[in-house]
Each structure stands twice: as C-alpha cells, then as structure tokens.
C-alpha cells in the first residue's frame, strides 16, 4: 500500500515508477509531485519518468536518500518512501 503526502496542484509527471521488493511490485502512473511512502519496502526502483526521483530509508521521505535518474533502473537496498519533484 502507498500513501501520498498532499502536494500543492501540480502536473502529473508522466512515465511510470516501479518499486520492487522480493514479494511485491508496485507501479506508480503518472506520478503527481510528492512523497509517497509504502508499508512494505522496497528494494529496487525502475524510473520510467522523465524527471529524477529520490528514494529514501525511512517514512515520509526522511532518512538516507539516493537519486534516481529518469529512465534508469537501480538495486536501492531497503527503502520506505519516494519523492517525486515538482
């Protein structure tokens, strides 16, 4: 399950995020600028955007943080949450 922090009225970015972990995959379409965070983590991420995105160790988009480049997939150890730019 995702849970998206409330972001001011913005365009979607188009693509898609994948975020993978051994049991789980979730996609994301057309992300809206924000953090959404996952209960159960995730440990690979496929950005499918046109933009960067940052993942991070913990809720809420806190803790270490990692960027991935639009149109790169990367192995991202345990990760909790994920920002998607403006």
Do not use: H, W
Request: aromatic residues 4%; glycine residues 6%.
């Amino acid at each position: 399950m995702l849970a998206a922090a409330a972001a001011p009225a913005m365009a979607a970015t188009n693509g898609r995020l994948i975020l993978r972990s051994a049991e789980t995959t979730k996609v994301l379409s057309n992300p809206s600028p924000g953090c959404y965070s996952t209960t159960t983590p995730f440990s690979a991420v496929t950005n499918d955007t046109a933009t960067a995105v940052t993942v991070y160790t913990d809720l809420g988009c806190a803790g270490l943080s990692q960027v991935v480049q639009p149109g790169r997939s990367a192995t991202v150890g345990e990760r909790r949450s994920v920002s998607v730019p403006s």
